[in-house]
C-alpha cells in the first residue's frame, strides 16, 4: 500500500514547484515583453497571468496545493488595491479619454494578478520568500546581461545609435535602473545567506551587473535607488551587514571602473554616434564588461566573511571612510552643479547629467498636475488622462503621458480620492511587509528583507517617476509584495468550488476587457490597411466592429470616417468626425480634426473656424498653430464674412 501512495504524494508535492514555475514564465515574460509605458503587450501578459492564477486556484480547489491564511494587514492591501482599480474603472465615466481611462483600467486588472501570483508563491510555505528572490534574482539577473550585451553587440538593439542611454529590455532607462536597483540586494542576499560558492559567484555577478547596468542608464534616481537599496538590505539583515557591505564596494568598485571607462567613449554614451564607432567601442567594452565582472568575481569569492568576524572593526571604520569619501565628493558634485540649473527645462543625455541638478521639465509637469487637480480636485480628469487634460495648462508645446509622479499622477488622474487610495494600499503594504519581517526567521528571513527592498525602492522612485506605467517593473515588485504577505501564513482550508467559479468568471471578466480594446486596435489597423488598398466597403466593415469593441476610441470612428469620405459620401463623413467631438468633447484632436474636414472637404470656413477655435482654446500652445495655418485662414475668412453667408 505504501508503494502505491508514493507516486500520488511525489505528483502532490511537485505540484507547487509547477505553480511556482508558472510565475516564473509570468514574471520572465514581463520583464523581457512587457514593453514601453504603451499598451503593446498588455493583453498578452494579461491572459498569461489569468492563467497562471487560473491554474493555481484550480490546483488550491482540488487540494493539491495549500494557499496561505492572509492577516489582516495582507488581505487589507488586496482589499485596497482592488478599491484603487474600482476607482480607476469608475473613472470611465467622467473621464475626458474614456479609452485611456478604460486602458489605465486594464493595467490595474492586471497588476491585481500579479500580487495574486506572489500570493500563490505561498503554496511552497516554508520556501516562499526564497522562491520568490530566487525567481526575481534569475530574471533580473538574466535582463540585465541582454541588457549589457546589446552595449556590446549593437546590432541586438539597433535603435540605440539614436539613443545611448541603456534601456533594452524594459524600453525606458529609469525603468531598467530600477529593476538593477532591486537587483543590488537580491545580489547581496544571494552572496552572504549561501554557504555554497556558486551562490556567492552568482550573488557577486548580479550586484556588479546592477551597478554597471544602473551607470549605463546614466540615472540619477537609479544611482540614488541603489545607494537606498543597499542600504535599506543592510538595515535589514543586520547579521550579514558588514559581509554585505564588503560585497557591494567589491562588485560595485570594478563595475564603476568599467563604467567610467565607457563614460569616455562618446560612442557608447552619446546619441547619434556612428554604427561603426559603436561596434568598434562596443567590442572593446565587451572585454572590459566581462573582465571587470571576473575581476568582482574573484573578490567577492574572497573569505570576505571571516574578515568581517575577525577584524570587524577595521573594516567597519573602512566602511565609513569610504562612505564617508563618497558623501563628501557627492556634495561637492551638489555644489558644483548648484546656480540656475535646477530650472533647466531638459537635461543633456550624456553621463555630465549625474552631476546635473536639472529638473528635466519635471517641476513643470508637477505643476500641471495641480492645475489638472484644482480643476477636478474629488474625482480627477480620469485616469490616464492626464496627456490631454495638461493641454490647457502647458507652457509649452512639448509632450508627455504622465508627470513623472505617481502621488501626482493619481491625483490628475483620480482626484483626493484616488490620491487617498493609492496612500492608503502604500500604508497596508508597508504594514504587510513590516509584520512579514516580524514573523519570518532564518533563510526565509533573509530572503524576505532582499524582497522588501524591491518595493521600498519602487516607493522612493515613484516620487519622481512614472513606474506605474510600466508592467515590467510594477508587475515583478507586486510579485515580490505578493510573496512578502504570503509568507510565513499558515494554510488555509482548499477553496469551495463556488468561490473557484467566481474567480473563473472574475477571469473571464478580465479578459473580455482586455481583448476588447486590443481587438479594436488590431481592427482599425486592418481598416487603414484596406483602405490604402482601395477596399473601401470591408474598411468600413472592420472600423464599425472595431467601434462595437470599443465604443470609448476615437480611432475607429476616424476610420469609419476616412472610409466615408473615400467613398464620397461626405454628411456621414461630417457625422463621424462630429461623433468623435461628442466621445472627447475636452480632447482638442477631435475638434482639429473636424475643423480640418470642415475647411479642406467641405469648404465651410464658418464651421471649420468654430471647431478649430475650440481647438486652440483647448490646446493653445500646440505646434499645430502656425502663422497662415488653418485657423489663420478660417479665421480671416469669417472676417470676410463667410459666416454671414
Known amino acids: 500500500m505504501e508503494a502505491a501512495a508514493n507516486p500520488a504524494a511525489g505528483r502532490s508535492e511537485a505540484v507547487p514547484w509547477v505553480v511556482a514555475g508558472g510565475v516564473t514564465a509570468l514574471v520572465a515574460a514581463t520583464v523581457f515583453f512587457g514593453g514601453a509605458s504603451g499598451d503593446g503587450s498588455v493583453f498578452e501578459l494579461g491572459l498569461l497571468a489569468v492563467v497562471v492564477c487560473g491554474a493555481g486556484l484550480l490546483a488550491a480547489t482540488l487540494g493539491l496545493v495549500r494557499l496561505p491564511r492572509l492577516d489582516r494587514a495582507a488581505t487589507a492591501t488586496v482589499a485596497l ?45 516554508h520556501r516562499c520568500a526564497r522562491s520568490a528572490a530566487a525567481v526575481l534574482a534569475g530574471v533580473i539577473g538574466l535582463a540585465l546581461l541582454w541588457a549589457l550585451a546589446g552595449k556590446a553587440v549593437p546590432g541586438l538593439f539597433p535603435d540605440g545609435g539614436r539613443i545611448a542611454r541603456l534601456r533594452n529590455p524594459v524600453g525606458y532607462w529609469n525603468a531598467l535602473a530600477l529593476l538593477a536597483d532591486a537587483a543590488v540586494a537580491l545580489g547581496l542576499w544571494l552572496a552572504t545567506s549561501f554557504a555554497l560558492r556558486r551562490w556567492r559567484f552568482a550573488g557577486g555577478l548580479l550586484v556588479y551587473a546592477a551597478v554597471l547596468v544602473v551607470l549605463l542608464t546614466q540615472s540619477r534616481a537609479g544611482v540614488g535607488g541603489a545607494l537606498a537599496a543597499v542600504l535599506v538590505w543592510v538595515w535589514l539583515a543586520p547579521e550579514q551587514r558588514v559581509e554585505g557591505a564588503l560585497v557591494a564596494v567589491a562588485a560595485a568598485v570594478p563595475a564603476c571602473l568599467v563604467g567610467g571607462w565607457a563614460f569616455t567613449r562618446p560612442a557608447l554614451v552619446d546619441d547619434g554616434a556612428a554604427h561603426a564607432a559603436r561596434v568598434d567601442d562596443g567590442a572593446v567594452f565587451g572585454v572590459l564588461a566581462v573582465a571587470g565582472g571576473a575581476l568582482a568575481v574573484a573578490l567577492v569569492l574572497l573569505p570576505l566573511g571571516l574578515v568581517a568576524v575577525e577584524r570587524r572593526r577595521a573594516v567597519i571604520r573602512g566602511l565609513i571612510a569610504v562612505a564617508s569619501v563618497g558623501v563628501l565628493l557627492g556634495a561637492a558634485g551638489v555644489v558644483a552643479a548648484a546656480g540656475d540649473e535646477f530650472s533647466q527645462r531638459e537635461c543633456t543625455n550624456d553621463p555630465s547629467r549625474l552631476g546635473s541638478l536639472c529638473a528635466n521639465n519635471r517641476l513643470e509637469w508637477w505643476g500641471e498636475a495641480l492645475d489638472v487637480w484644482r480643476a477636478h480636485p474629488v474625482a480627477g480628469a480620469g485616469a490616464g488622462t492626464f496627456e490631454i487634460a495638461r493641454t490647457r495648462y502647458r507652457e509649452d508645446a512639448s509632450a508627455v503621458t504622465e508627470p513623472h509622479s505617481i502621488p501626482l499622477q493619481a491625483l490628475a488622474d483620480g482626484g483626493i480620492v484616488g490620491l487617498a ?161 461628442t466621445i472627447q468633447p475636452e480632447n482638442a484632436d477631435t475638434w482639429h480634426a473636424l475643423g480640418l474636414f470642415r475647411l479642406d472637404v467641405l469648404r465651410d470656413e464658418c464651421g471649420a473656424y468654430q471647431a478649430l477655435n475650440r481647438a486652440y482654446t483647448l490646446d493653445p500652445k500646440s505646434r499645430r498653430w502656425t502663422p497662415g495655418g488653418p485657423l489663420d485662414v478660417a479665421r480671416d475668412a469669417v472676417n470676410a464674412g463667410a459666416c454671414e453667408r
Not at 93 to 121: C, P, T
Open 81 to 125: 488595491l482592488l478599491a484603487l482599480v474600482a476607482w480607476v474603472g469608475l473613472s470611465i465615466v467622467w473621464s475626458v479619454a474614456g479609452d485611456r481611462s478604460w486602458s489605465a483600467l486594464n493595467k490595474g486588472l492586471i497588476y491585481v494578478l500579479f500580487l495574486l501570483a506572489g500570493i500563490l508563491l505561498g503554496c511552497l510555505e
Open 421 to 581: 487610495l493609492l496612500v492608503a494600499v502604500v500604508a497596508a503594504a508597508a504594514v504587510g511587509v513590516t509584520r512579514a519581517l516580524q514573523r519570518l526567521q532564518g533563510p526565509e528571513r533573509a530572503a524576505a528583507g532582499a524582497l522588501a527592498v524591491f518595493p521600498a525602492v519602487y516607493a522612493l522612485h515613484a516620487l519622481v517617476d512614472y513606474d506605474l506605467d510600466f508592467v515590467a517593473v510594477t508587475g515583478p515588485m507586486l510579485v515580490a509584495l505578493g510573496a512578502l504577505l504570503a509568507a510565513g501564513h499558515p494554510s488555509r482550508p482548499a477553496p469551495r468550488w463556488l468561490g473557484f467559479a467566481a474567480a473563473g468568471a472574475a477571469g473571464l471578466a478580465v479578459v473580455a476587457s482586455l481583448g476588447s480594446p486590443a481587438l479594436a486596435s488590431r481592427g482599425v489597423e486592418r481598416a487603414y490597411e484596406l483602405l490604402d488598398s482601395g477596399d473601401v466597403d470591408r474598411s468600413a466593415d472592420l472600423a464599425r466592429r472595431a467601434e462595437e469593441l470599443d465604443p470609448l476610441s476615437l480611432e475607429p470612428v476616424w476610420a469609419r470616417a476616412r472610409a466615408a469620405a473615400r467613398a464620397g459620401d461626405e454628411r456621414s463623413a461630417l457625422l463621424f468626425y462630429e461623433r468623435a467631438t
